[in-house]
Nanobody, 127 residues
């Protein structure tokens, strides 16, 4: 069973940066795509970014507009989401997810392709 634990969230001011981490256990995830999704209060969960198992392919939602970066360290079984120049609209619970099936060279933006989810980490951005 795959377990994903997110960390790095917090309360920050607009313009600040945060780096979220997602540590995986229970399975080596080097061949699995990893994704980040978020859910703001009163809104549906939405895709943020994802990365292939090899790390060679990444996919981003439109709204970060270059402010986010996703990376992974397969030796540590960990994926990261670097978020820069945060705005209050980035306030949400951020969830890490691993793909249902191996995706070493491709990735996805669809939540249905991700079968393992963490509990989420809260990011709050104050203006």
């Amino acid at each position: 069973q795959v377990q994903l634990v997110e960390s790095g969230g917090g309360f920050v001011q607009a313009g600040d940066s945060l780096r979220l981490s997602c540590a995986a256990s229970g399975r080596t995830l080097s061949t699995y795509a990893m994704g980040w999704f978020r859910q703001a209060p009163g809104k549906e969960r939405e895709f943020v970014a994802s990365i292939s198992g090899s790390g060679g392919m990444t996919y981003f939602a439109n709204y970060p507009r270059g402010r986010y970066a996703i990376s992974r360290d397969n030796a540590k079984n960990t994926v990261y989401l670097q978020m820069n120049n945060l705005t209050p609209e980035d306030t949400a619970v951020y969830y890490c997810a691993a793909s249902r099936t191996p995706k070493q060279y491709i990735t996805s933006r669809f939540a249905s392709d991700f079968g393992f989810w963490g509990q989420g980490t809260q990011v709050t951005v104050s203006s």
